[in-house]
């Protein structure tokens, strides 16, 4: 069973516009980590943030962890075409243990 | 580095023959994953490996589906013999910690 569940399943923005997207899941967890997947490529790791962390950031993109409401946020900022592919929260319970996806949100930016 | 190799890219093949994929992933890297990623779903893991053991087997149909790593580096996946559902991409990735590293994947087709 897929645990993370992604929100919006889809989004549509302008370029220059921020992006946000939301992840809740179901258990407790030891990690949670985002990945985006362009059209017929594979998953790019983007970011993981540890159960003791509230932010993180990496470039344009900042995470958000609350671990009492079970849930995550992507925001990219100023959104470039090149940002379009689907991306998914995926939580781990401990650190090695396998990775649970969701079923992504699908991102166009329109340029 | 190298990323993760896969091949074959894309496969296409009746149902109730057989099929292999293989994987090599990032030296040094212990773990290796296989993902099964069925159109507009998440990846849903198959089976880990770490060095050529096997840590979670639990969500592979055992029936049909088989894989190894036996000198703890490249890993093989096979599907014996293939039914309509098993059209997916099929992810390999590889991790020293918590971060995954994907492969292009394997684009099965069963028809």
């Known amino acids: 069973s897929q645990q993370g569940e992604e929100d919006p399943q889809a989004l549509s923005i302008q370029e220059g516009e921020n992006a946000t997207m939301n992840c809740s899941y179901k258990?407790?967890?030891?990690?949670l980590q985002w990945y985006r997947q362009n059209s017929g490529r594979g998953l790019v790791h983007l970011i993981l943030i540890r159960s003791n962390e509230r932010e993180k950031h990496s470039g344009r993109l900042r995470v958000t962890l609350d671990t009492s409401k079970k849930s995550s946020s992507l925001l990219i900022t100023a959104s470039r075409a090149a940002d379009t592919a689907s991306y998914f929260c995926?939580?781990?319970?401990?650190?090695?243990?396998?990775?649970?996806f969701g079923k992504g949100t699908r991102l166009s930016v329109i340029a | 580095e190298a990323g993760v190799a896969q091949s074959p890219r894309y496969k296409i093949i009746e149902k109730r023959q057989s099929v292999a994929f293989w994987c090599n992933p990032i030296?040094?890297?212990?773990?290796l994953y296989w993902y099964q990623q069925i159109l507009g779903q998440g990846p849903k893991l198959l089976i880990q490996?770490?060095?050529?053991?096997?840590?979670?087997d639990s969500q592979l149909p055992k029936d049909r589906f088989s894989a190894e790593r036996l000198k703890g580096v490249d890993s093989t996946l096979k599907i014996q013999p293939a039914k309509l559902e098993d059209s997916a991409v099929y992810l390999c990735?590889?991790?020293?910690?918590?971060?995954?590293?994907f492969g292009p994947g394997t684009r099965l087709t069963v028809t």
């Open positions: 990735a590889s991790s020293a910690s918590g971060e995954r590293y």
């Open positions: 258990t407790s967890i030891n990690n």
């Open positions: 490996f770490q060095n050529n053991g096997v840590v979670d």
């Open positions: 995926a939580t781990a319970f401990s650190g090695n243990t396998p990775l649970v």
């Open positions: 030296s040094g890297h212990a773990t």
